[in-house]
């Protein structure tokens, strides 16, 4: 059984930067990614990472202050936010894939991430 743990969120003020880890264990995963959803709002995909090359693919809107990436060693992945804005509250997921290209099948808990202004 896959399990992932999320960790990394809190209360923090605008401008300031975090950082999200998501420990992965119980299978290897192709592909990692990062979603998070605001109060009334869908869940949205912000980035994905391929475990076996780090190749990395963003959402429009996370260009730019959003940077994913993994250790493979430690099975984690990891998401960086610079310049956090209040519109970036919300509960941020990991989620992961055991096959290139499928679907995640695997979903952390959720952290959450509350900007004050």
């Known amino acids: 059984q896959g399990q992932l743990v999320e960790s990394g969120g809190g209360l923090v003020q605008a401008g300031d930067s975090l950082s999200l880890s998501?420990?992965?264990?119980?299978?290897t995963f192709s592909r990692y990614a990062w979603f998070r959803q605001a109060p009334g709002q869908e869940r949205e995909l912000i980035a994905f990472i391929r475990r076996v090359d780090g190749r990395t693919f963003y959402a429009d809107s996370a260009k730019g202050r959003f940077t994913i990436s993994r250790d493979n060693a430690k099975n984690t992945a990891f998401l960086r936010?610079?310049?956090?804005?209040?519109?970036?509250?919300?509960?941020?997921?990991?989620?992961?894939?055991?096959?290139?290209?499928?679907?995640?099948?695997?979903?952390?808990?959720?952290?959450?991430?509350?900007?004050?202004?």
């Not at 610079?82 to 959720?110: F, H, R, S």
């Open 22 to 27: 998501c420990a992965a264990s119980g299978r």
């Open 81 to 117: 936010i610079e310049n956090l804005k209040p519109e970036d509250t919300a509960v941020y997921y990991c989620a992961a894939a055991t096959v290139i290209g499928g679907l995640y099948e695997y979903w952390g808990q959720g952290t959450q991430v509350t900007v004050s202004s």
